[in-house]
């Protein structure tokens, strides 16, 4: 299957990030018309057309959504999402640091918004072919695969933004037989995101965001409506429930 060409049209929430930025400009090179949406309303590549939108302000997500009406996409990813909180505040190491607003912050950033966007996108999607919507999910939140415990609000984040994608594939696999939802895991990528916590990582660990979207797309041109509903890592392999 030809890596992004599958797809005429794509919606990116969240493009002011590493791997945001990188799939906007992978989608762009494959032809594909991208609407890039970001806080400042900036486009990281020419190309695509940059709109504003908040994951915590759900009118915002719904104005977006309005806006493609009239061209809707037919791949919608949401590549958003916090690990440290503007503040400072980092992943917990011990149930002693939980902090209920830190908690809900996280949970709306990387639980609750994409929630909203799948409830504003998902009607747009195309009945009659192949759509797919991804978000960006992290094998931290896989239940049978915790080992270390910690990192409680980004964990739990995680775990229930997977349950919701699986919720979705399942009501939308009712109308949309071609669609997939799935959640992926890109690994450790060279980003805002992962920085702080980059210089314990082993030698050739860390992927450059190109790379990454490069990975992150050919796992989305390999998904089937029989895969919907599942977490996939970078190199397309199930991450466990």
Known sequence: MDSGNSFRRAALFGSSGGIGAALCTALADRDVEVWAGSRAGLSPDPRCHAFAFDLAREDTIAAAAAAMADTP?????????????????????????????????????????????????????????????????????SITDNRLGGWHSYRASKTALNMLLKNF?????????????????????????????????????????????????????????????????????????
């Open 169 to 241: 594939a399942i009501e939308l696999g009712r109308t949309h037989k071609q669609a997939v939802v799935a959640g992926l895991h890109p690994g450790t990528v060279d980003s805002a995101l992962s920085e702080p916590f980059q210089s314990n990582l082993p030698e050739g660990q860390l992927t450059a965001p190109r790379d990454a979207a490069a990975n992150l797309l050919a796992v989305i041109e390999g998904l089937t409506p029989g895969d919907s509903g599942g977490v996939f890592d970078w190199k397309g392999e199930p991450v466990p429930a």
């Open 73 to 141: 996409p037919d791949l919608v990813i949401v590549a958003s999402g916090v690990l440290t909180l503007a503040d400072g505040t980092g992943p917990e190491r011990s149930y002693r640091q939980i902090d209920a607003d830190a908690m809900e912050d996280v949970f709306r950033l990387n639980t609750i918004g994409p929630a909203l966007v799948a409830k504003h996108m998902l009607p747009l999607l195309p009945r009659d072919r192949r759509c797919v919507f991804a978000a960006l999910s992290a094998r931290v939140g």
